[in-house]
């Protein structure tokens, strides 16, 4: 589709395309562990994704608020990642801790509030994290790794060389964590969190804390999160608080029911269907709709998205890639 | 050692008004095979509930091997050896046969996360014996022939099974049994009752809740009936038989 109608900047769009796709992607590989191995209902992913990026881009140099007040010292990158990732982590254990006890729905419920808490607060935080004004000036601490073959290819074919590198870091931190979850899915621990996932009381009477399972659940998706929420800063180039919208959830649940849901690799290619039909519709819309204004266009795509994904409730209700026995959204 | 396997004081909880459980003093023996009958609502499973942690009580006192666990919560009472199932079967759904035994059997520390990640050698022998001790109690079982099912495949009868092999596969101490044989053909019921007699003489002290009179009658070395929540008998099967106040609370009073 991309060739199809813009054979100019194709490579530019699909690199685009993929950029956000493995970003998000990665983030909904996070959920998965939460919703797909333990059955916790997370509404609150965006929060985790926001922690990992704030965290992340304060400790490193950059530029804030209103005046752009500068911070020239910082941790190197990879630190400051890690820093990132282990605060989106240890969110969740404190997001955990009150709320995990609950049951289901309203475990939905207080996930969503607490994220909604986190955003108002890192905006009206200024003085620390920049506000409504955000931050910027971050990119070069990661930009200043990239490989010389990028720059280079970027000259003879069109693309944005900066993006570029932050979605091939995107897709090697996919790669990294599905070996990681691989090994976890096939081990005791992935176990014991499915079996927290089809009957909390079993588990109990078994000997077993459900409670300390899920929230371990509830870190390692987390910092998953964390790390994604870190990667899209660095793809948008400035931060602030909006990117962190209940609306940025729900892409990341979207994605994650079309990939099939408890599918390790799933979460993949619910994300690059996703973002394709994201980017691509305003054009293939248009064809149709010959007056349609930019915001008509745009709602286009998400009437595609629900579209796609009531087709997939009625046809193939384990998603794209997951296991008809272990079906997990039950919509009956 | 005491023969004091568990003992409740004062043991009271209510839902609203109505009073499910209000029991004075009732002690069992390690090593026996005990059941628990009543009318339905005499407050059954939830003494069930509370004795293994799913419920708290309102007041009252309970002791396991002589330690209060009063409160407890139902891991930790399941880690001292008591090990319960549910009137309603609970067995992990979209999960295989031999992962819900493997599962049940698992050590905690062979569960970690860490050592999930590095996989030693020592957790992959652990597992290998986990394995192979997962199909010796299903072969006991004669459940071995669904070890790749998934549990929601099963019928009702074999995920009674499945409950009781997942209860066993730890050598418990004590077994809570919640209407084992509820639900269960006759062939199947007869199969069960064999298997927890079998349970019994293994030395496993095992409390049952069943409505199936006849079967308890056989089975069980003594009996205990609730009704509305307190006890009103407690022998031996022959004298249950001819308590005045069993036969009132299931039949009603008579009128001369």
Redesign the interface.
């Known amino acids: 589709m991309v060739f199809l109608f813009n054979p100019e900047g194709a490579l530019r769009i699909l690199i685009n395309i993929l950029t956000f796709a493995g970003i998000y992607g990665l983030s909904a590989i996070g959920l998965n562990v939460h919703f797909g191995w333990t059955g916790l209902l997370n509404f609150g992913h965006a929060s985790f994704m926001g922690m990992g990026a704030y965290v992340t881009l304060l400790l490193m140099p950059h530029a804030a608020g209103r005046e752009g007040e500068i911070t020239t010292t910082g941790l190197p990158i990879i630190v400051a990642a890690f820093f990132g990732i282990a605060a989106a982590a240890l969110f969740g254990l404190l997001l955990g801790l009150p709320a995990i006890r609950l049951r289901g729905d309203y475990l939905a419920i207080v996930t969503i509030a607490a994220a909604e808490i986190f955003r108002l607060v890192v905006r009206d935080l200024e003085s620390i994290t920049g506000g409504v004004y955000g931050i910027i000036s971050y990119t070069e601490n990661l930009q200043k790794f990239r490989p010389e073959f990028i720059n280079n290819l970027s000259l003879n074919y069109e693309f944005a060389p900066a993006q570029a590198w932050v979605g091939m870091i995107a897709w090697i931190s996919i790669f990294l964590t599905l070996l ?1 979850l691989k ?2 899915n096939n ?6 969190l ?2 927290v ?3 909390e ?10 409670v300390w ?1 899920k929230l ?1 659940s509830f870190m ?1 998706g987390a910092g998953i999160a964390g790390l994604s929420g870190a990667l899209l800063a660095f793809n948008y180039g400035s931060l602030e608080t909006t990117v962190f919208v209940p609306l940025l959830t729900f892409y990341v649940w979207a994605i994650m029911i079309l990939g099939g849901v408890g599918s390790i690799t799933g979460p993949i290619f619910g994300s690059i269907i996703f973002w394709v039909i994201i980017s691509e519709t305003d054009r293939l819309a248009y064809i149709f709709f010959e007056n349609a204004n930019g915001q008509q266009l745009a709602g286009v795509r998400f009437l595609l998205v629900g579209l796609l994904i009531m087709l997939l409730m009625i046809f193939r209700p384990s998603g794209l890639l997951g296991k008809k ?4 959204l039950d919509v009956k | 050692m005491s023969n004091n396997l568990l003992e409740v004081k004062n043991l009271k909880k209510s839902f609203g008004g109505i009073q499910a459980v209000n029991i004075n003093e009732l002690k069992f023996n390690k090593h026996q095979l005990t059941s628990i009958i009543g009318p339905n609502g005499a407050g059954k499973t939830t003494f069930f509930d509370l004795i293994s942690g799913f419920q708290t009580s309102d007041s009252g006192e309970i002791f396991l091997n002589d330690i209060n666990i009063t409160n407890s919560h139902p891991y930790k009472i399941a880690r001292m050896g008591m090990i319960r199932t549910f009137q309603l079967t609970k067995v992990f759904d979209r999960m295989t046969v031999l992962e819900n035994l493997m599962f049940s059997g698992s050590s905690v520390s062979n569960d970690s996360l860490v050592k999930s990640i590095i996989k030693t050698k020592r957790q992959r022998n652990y597992e290998n014996d986990l394995k192979d001790k997962s199909f010796e109690v299903m072969e006991e079982l004669n459940i071995s022939h669904m070890a790749n099912a998934y549990a929601r495949e099963l019928s009702g009868g074999q995920k009674k099974l499945l409950e009781l092999a997942r209860s066993i596969i730890n050598n418990p101490d004590t077994l809570l049994l919640d209407e084992p044989l509820a639900g269960v053909n006759p062939k199947l019921a007869e199969d069960l009752l064999g298997l927890i007699q079998k349970l019994a003489s293994n030395g496993i002290s095992i409390l049952m809740v069943e409505h199936n009179i006849e079967a308890v009658m056989k089975i069980s070395e003594r009996i205990v009936v609730l009704s509305e929540g307190s006890l009103i008998a407690d022998g031996s099967p022959g004298e249950i038989r001819n308590d005045k106040n069993v036969i009132e609370a299931y039949l009603g009073k008579s009128n001369d």
């Not at chain 1, 009381?201 to 804390?209: E, L, S, W, Y």
């Not at chain 1, 026995?325 to 997990?328: A, R, S």
Request: net charge positive; charged share 35%; glycine share 6%.
């Open positions: 990681l090994r976890l081990s005791p621990w992935g176990r014991a499915r079996a996932r089809e009957d009381d079993a588990v109990r009477a078994m000997g077993k804390n459900a399972l371990q390692l026995e272990e079906l997990l």
